[in-house]
């Protein structure tokens, strides 16, 4: 059985963030929008819990996007929130290890923040900026999100993955895609699904 999202709280009061950030705009967007991402992605997960009861997986495209846009949503906003504080509360710059790093990644404050900046008004329709780890290489990067799903959730950690661009199978299988996938199952190497799993787990 899915565990059950809830809304966490805001971690300081609803005007905390005035005059840069309205009382108004805070209320709507933390109990509204965020809320009914929470329970867009609980209700997701519960229909994809009942697909899997019924054997049937007829709407499977359709809650997966549902699980992928509320879910991204969720996250993303989980960590927006506290990405905040009230103004004057804490540094006005990045120090310690952080700042070194991005010193090293972006050549200076100033630049990352050019990027970011830069980054975020260029984002196509709605969306966010990011500034992510990018831990095969272990460096910092910023990256634009556009809206925010993509049918993927940020923050999830990839245990498993199956590649169905078509030049993974298109010259065995031709358009059968789906003995491609049910073949594929032989060779799963479930060792290393365990060994990421645990990892991510920690
Ligand atoms: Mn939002």
Redesign the pocket.
Known sequence: MAIKYELPPLPYAYDALEPHIDEQTMRL?HDK??LSYVNGLNTALEKLAAAREAGDFAMVKHWSREAAFHGS?HFL?SI?WPNMAPPGSGPSEPTGDLAAQIAKDFGSFQAFKAQFSAAAGAVEGSGWALLVWEPNAGQLEVLQSEKHQNLTQWGVVPLLVLDVWEHAYYLKYQNNRAAYVEAWWNVVNWNDVAERFKAARG
């Open positions: 967007h929008h965020h949503g906003h927006f």
